[in-house]
């Protein structure tokens, strides 16, 4: 029984990567199978890295309770774990008498929920907290905020590894059996045994709750796709923008939302698709993006336009209801020692620390969870260089030469940090690994400049060849050799 985890996480996104770090807390062996290369590949890290309020989602629900304690509680937890964030407030806007009574309900519910400070402000207000937007009148939230949900995801991840949970990448769960007491699940790679499943595989999660048994959930994929817009607009809009909420669609329209790092993203659209891998961005959405942002954010220009994505929602309902069901999070007696959760989407990303905890207390109840006294909830991040002051940049190339050498220009993210990045802990040496974690390649170039310095630098450090440098997936080999030897 060497190979006998206490739990093991099916699912490395933010909920999954959460999860792992609060039952690190306590004295338990914890793996966690994930099957893409890196953590937040998919749902987690394509979406609009907003710390939501608590408004949008009904009251009484796992959703508005999780939303609005993620939101209170994030102040300690970006500094815990090292990660910028950004408490900007946001605008619901409106421009018809309609959206006015719409946005007096949206008030209600949130204060309902427990959301401060929502206040309805005229087009003056607007113009006196961001004058680049439009809208005849507005809510106006101080409590929403923004992250970048890479780095935050990364995070999570870091301090479980660093607190004894171990990841397993390329690890596709295809088989879960159950034999005395003990699951036995078998990867594409490998075969694992333990106590407890936690299923948090996000836009997957219903196969695994088929592979154990519970046929009662499918999740329906619904794409989103964004622009980013160049860092030379991000100083006309210093806060998110929305308009009023569209129900039916299920999501929150086409929104206007800086990004901690001074980008800017247009999107999401709303489209069920029929495959949850489908990340395709379309010309005719493309278009209906630009057209109703211009509405909110007049600025828009195609100049700005530096890159596009699709994100992909893990919902419970299809287009033909539409809305939001509640998360489903579930130990059920029928499936032993099993914890699912099942359609977390927005605000999965602002609730993923409460969802975390609320899973400790239903394993609590079952088992005894003894605290690792060894337990540190502090990460440190990568140094960002760019942003210190001539004195400290100075200090850290005396200290560190390779902080003297930029690698790359539009970000300004220098040698040094691309090393530290590749050694990380979790071992991820995929080239998306290393943009997630530095930003580089993210700028007005979209890495024309240093992507292959940064590859040259994985070879060296990881001892890789050519043909085994992978972009992001399994499959995304970038050469097959060399020109010349």
């Known amino acids: 029984m060497e190979n006998l985890y206490d739990v093991i996480v099916i699912g490395a996104g933010v909920i999954g990567s959460a999860i792992a770090r609060e039952l690190s807390r306590y004295k338990l062996r914890i793996g966690v199978l994930e099957k893409e290369l890196d953590v937040c590949c998919e749902t987690s890290g394509r979406n609009s890295g907003v710390l939501h309020a608590g408004f949008n989602n009904k009251p009484g629900t796992l959703m508005a309770k999780f939303c609005v304690e993620g939101n209170k509680s994030f102040e300690k937890v970006s500094k815990e774990l090292d990660i910028p964030f950004k408490r900007t407030g946001k605008l619901v806007v409106g421009f018809t008498l309609e959206d006015r009574e719409k946005l007096l309900n949206l008030k209600l519910q949130g204060e309902q929920n427990g959301v401060v400070g929502l206040e309805i402000i005229n087009k003056k207000q607007i113009k006196e907290i961001e004058p680049n937007i439009n809208g005849n009148f507005a809510m106006y939230s101080p409590s929403t905020g923004i992250l970048n949900p890479f780095t935050y995801t990364v995070a999570l991840a870091e301090n479980a590894c660093s607190n004894g949970a171990s990841f397993y990448f390329d690890n596709e769960v295809v088989d ?20 407890w499943i936690i299923n948090a595989a996000g836009l997957n999660s219903d196969k695994v709750c088929k592979m154990l048994g519970i046929n009662e959930y499918t999740i329906k994929p619904c794409r989103g796709e964004y622009f980013i817009l160049d860092k030379k607009i991000g100083s006309l809009l210093r806060l998110p923008a929305y308009p009023i909420p569209n ?19 247009i999107g999401p659209s709303s489209e069920y698709i029929k495959s949850k891998d489908d990340y395709s961005v379309t010309k005719n959405v493309m278009d209906m993006l630009i057209e109703d942002g211009m509405r909110i954010f007049p600025h828009i220009k195609k100049e700005y336009f530096i890159r596009n994505f699709a994100g992909i929602r893990p919902k419970l309902v299809g287009k033909d209801i539409g809305g939001y069901k509640d998360f489903i999070i579930k130990k059920d007696k029928k499936y032993p020692n099993t914890i699912n959760l099942v359609g977390i989407e927005s605000p999965g990303l602002t609730s993923a620390i409460p969802i975390a905890k609320y899973v400790a207390e239903l ?16 990460r440190k991040g990568i140094i960002s260089f760019s942003d210190k002051s001539i004195e400290l940049k100075e200090k850290l190339i005396k200290e560190n030469p390779d902080y003297g050498e930029v690698i790359c220009r539009c970000e300004n993210i220098t040698k040094a940090e691309i090393v530290e990045a590749i050694n990380n802990i979790l071992g991820v040496d ?9 930003r580089a390649m993210m700028g007005r170039c979209q890495g024309g400049y240093c992507e292959g310095r940064i590859v040259e630098l994985i070879k060296e450090i990881k001892n890789k ?19 010349k030897k």
């Open 176 to 195: 879960i059996k159950r034999k005395n007491e003990i699951y036995e699940i078998r990867t594409n790679k490998n075969r694992y045994k333990t106590k």
């Open 247 to 265: 129900e039916k669609e299920g999501g929150l329209g086409i929104h206007l939302t800086p990004s901690i790092d001074g980008n800017v993203f």
């Open 363 to 378: 394993l609590k109840e079952d088992i005894h969870l003894e605290a690792n006294l060894n337990f540190n909830p502090k």
């Open 430 to 438: 995929i080239v998306t690994g290393i943009k997630y974690r530095t």
């Open 465 to 483: 060849k050519e043909e085994d440098i992978l972009y992001s997936k399994k499959g995304s080999q970038m050469f097959i050799g060399k020109v």
